[in-house]
């Protein structure tokens, strides 16, 4: 009846990657995605409206700022700023440096340049819409293009509960499989077995 241990042990490693990994793996996944123009030459900046049953929260909002030329960011410095709200509550208020990540350029002679910022998350969305307003911050001499908003929809979190359980479950199976594999000792003083037949 050992293999049918074994096969237990099995399904309890199985069950234990399960709980353990796949939590991780679903919060990288980036799930729904919208976005937003904010800003055109011709228009300026106007404001863009959420709608929250497109989005499941948590919710990482992020601002992408293409440029004619090139600038150099500078922290505590912001290019521009967005604030959002919804019900009358403030859920985001970001200065916008563009300093976290490395502008996005197509090739060295490209002329636009793209600059990328996180603007925060809404971790509940309680209101049905939310309001946005992106406006100018404290650089000047900006030849902007466009600016886009992006909102990101990360999926529901899970307890860690969940993980510390996985993890319980692999170390079990793995003790267990261990042991199950270990040849027993034989006993020095334990006689072997008569040999039937022999005179």
């Not at 030459?41 to 004619?68: C, H, K, M, S």
Request: proline share 8%; net charge negative.
């Amino acid at each position: 009846m050992r293999w049918v241990a074994r096969l237990a042990l099995l399904v309890m490693l199985a069950l234990g990657l399960v709980l353990a990994l796949v939590p991780d793996l679903v919060l990288d996944d980036p799930g729904e995605t919208s976005s937003w123009r904010v800003y055109a030459p011709e228009r300026g900046f106007y404001p863009f409206e959420v709608n929250a049953v497109q989005l499941d929260a948590p919710v990482r909002v992020f601002v992408y700022l293409t440029v004619n030329g090139r600038f150099q960011p500078e922290r505590q410095r912001p290019a521009l700023t967005l604030t959002m709200s919804g019900d009358g509550r403030t859920v985001i208020a970001a200065p916008l440096d563009f300093t976290l990540y490395p502008p996005l350029i197509e090739s060295p002679q490209a002329r636009e340049a793209i600059y990328r910022d996180f603007a925060g998350t809404i971790d509940a969305l309680g209101a049905e819409n939310y309001l946005g307003i992106v406006g100018e911050g404290e650089l000047e001499g900006l030849d902007i293009l466009a600016v886009d908003v992006t909102l990101e929809s990360m999926g529901a979190r899970t307890d860690d509960t969940t993980r510390i359980v996985g993890y319980g479950l692999l170390g079990l199976a793995v003790f267990g499989l261990i042991l199950s594999f270990r040849r027993r000792r034989e006993n020095p003083n334990s006689k072997p077995p008569p040999k039937w037949g022999r005179g």
